[in-house]
Nanobody, 128 residues
């Protein structure tokens, strides 16, 4: 029921890092799985990363595995996406999403239909 808002997007250079934040208001993120998705112009929304509600499971798309890290801080009611080794293929609007019901199976964590709560997105651009 709470609102999500992403921040931290901006301009990054290839090989550099960027950290996205997702702030929740109105409800604690505890017990919510957190997903990160991105959408580039003219392309479909793409799964990026997810963290299960109990933080025991993380899941990443092959394109970002080893470069991006999803995490959360329940005390601060925040979720994060650490983006390292930024590549020219990474520019997009990045969205965070929360699900109270999705389990820890990776196929479910990567499904945008499993997430009912979405932020409005933050733009990430890459410059070389």
């Amino acid at each position: 029921q709470g609102q999500l808002e992403e921040s931290g997007g901006g301009l990054a250079h290839p090989g550099h890092s960027l950290k996205l934040s997702c702030a929740a208001s109105g409800r604690s993120l505890n017990d919510y799985a957190m997903g990160w998705f991105r959408q580039a112009p003219g392309k479909e929304r793409e799964f990026v990363a997810a963290l299960s509600w109990d933080t025991t499971t993380t899941h990443y798309s092959d394109s970002v595995k080893g470069r991006f890290t999803a995490s959360s801080d329940n005390a601060e009611n925040m979720a994060y996406l650490q983006m390292n080794q930024i590549q020219p293929e990474d520019p997009a609007v990045y969205f965070c999403a929360a699900s109270y019901y999705v389990g820890n199976y990776k196929y479910a964590l990567s499904d945008p239909n499993e997430y009912a709560n979405w932020g409005q997105g933050t733009q990430v651009t890459v410059s070389s």
